[in-house]
């Protein structure tokens, strides 16, 4: 595999494999976390290596030549004091949560998102859970997450203002295909 640390800038080349999160990753994985604030709260490299571990998915999808993005999910029951995770484990229990999803600008559009979410939709399964849930910042707003998100499924459940108001989210859920599923609809 190629060198993790590669740019976040360059024209993405190669196929683009997902595996899970390697502790080499986490000092370009929280700087491309936190170069895409708003979209995303920032973590830092301390922040983001404490919240790895808690994390039922943590993907990266990369090509031989540099990272192109990554994910982060949470299983039904895990200890995370994220409102908006706290809002789906009281309104949408039995979903597999994804706390963040980021892919570089470059890779926008080339089909990096949809292979985290197939990683996602897999873990889900095999757990059992028939629901992936996120949310998508809708002020300060997202629109481009948005579009991404309803273009893979998702739907608007709610909407939620956290961080003592000054951000107001658009809660989505996605039902996975119960014929592809091991369990059914919690």
């Not at 998915?57 to 540099?66: G, L, W």
């Not at 999803?101 to 080339?110: N, T």
Request: aromatic share 4%; proline share 5%.
């Amino acid at each position: 595999m190629g060198d993790v640390t590669g740019n976040l800038t360059g024209e993405v080349t190669g196929v683009v494999v997902v595996r899970d999160v390697r502790a080499d990753d986490l000092p370009l994985l929280a700087a491309l976390n936190d170069a895409a604030v708003p979209a995303v709260n920032a973590l830092g490299l301390d922040g983001l290596a404490a919240h790895v571990p808690g994390c039922d998915v943590a993907v990266v999808a990369h090509t031989d030549d540099e990272v192109l993005g990554f994910l982060l999910a949470l299983a039904p029951g895990a200890a995370y004091a994220s409102e908006n995770y706290r809002w789906f484990a009281q309104h949408r229990p039995g979903s597999l949560y994804v706390d963040r999803i980021v892919v570089a600008p470059h890779a926008h559009g080339r089909g990096v998102g949809r292979a985290l979410y197939a990683a996602v939709d897999a873990r889900a399964r095999a757990l059992g859970l028939g629901r992936v849930t996120c949310e998508v910042n809708l002020d300060p707003p997202n629109p481009g997450s948005s579009a991404f998100h309803a273009r893979l499924g998702f739907r608007r459940v709610g909407e939620l203002d956290t961080k003592d108001g000054t951000v107001r989210v658009e809660l989505l859920e996605r039902t996975l295909d119960r014929g592809l599923s091991s369990g059914a609809l919690p």
